[in-house]
């Protein structure tokens, strides 16, 4: 299958900085990346929907200027998190979609699991 | 907000053993359902996307069915082995023209001991 890298797969900051994620499709062109967080216990909620070249979509209650998504080339979308809060610790994971809109598989990513302290 | 459930959230099965579990989605705006296994530390890896009312998939052990009409799908697993010990996802897609995003259940946790 495909593979989708993710880094770093652990993180741990400070309050107050940012943290920059990579998600990088590795033998596909992904004109669409999917970013998600993962509460404990909780299912995979999506965060944003990168696009390739233009702006992210952003799902209600996701602070776009809070997590910043870039997508600037067919293989990799970054999400940072800016100024890190104890709230923003979590579980995060990305995807390219490869295929139709609707029925084209995901390939994830390791995740990323953040600690601000 | 769409409501994908799955039950039950976790099983403990002996190897041999066959199982199954249920993922309950909307009928209404249906588009496509999608299965997932995620295995402990590594990456979901897709395991089946059906968009027909009626369809039967299989890989190997595992097999899934859908019903769209009434809003669930099933994934078989046969002579469950320890490698299928994961958590199993279902992730719904509605028909809603522009948006293509899958929405996830919680999950199955299937761990599978000798």
Redesign the interface.
Known sequence: GAVVSQHPSWVICKSGTSVKIECRSLDFQATTMFWYRQFPKQSLMLMATSNEGSKATYEQGVEKDKFLINHASLTLSTLTVTSAHPEDSSFYICSARRGGRYTGELFFGEGSRLTVL | ILN?EQSPQSLHVQEGDSTNFTCSFPSSNF??L?W?RWETA?????LF?M?LNGDEKKKGRISATLNTKEGYSYLYIKGSQPEDSATY?CAF?A?TGTA????????TRLQVTL
């Open positions: 994908v588009y496509a999608h997932y590594k990456s979901p890896e897709a996307v968009t996802l897609v028909n293509s995003k899958l929405t996830f259940g919680t999950g």
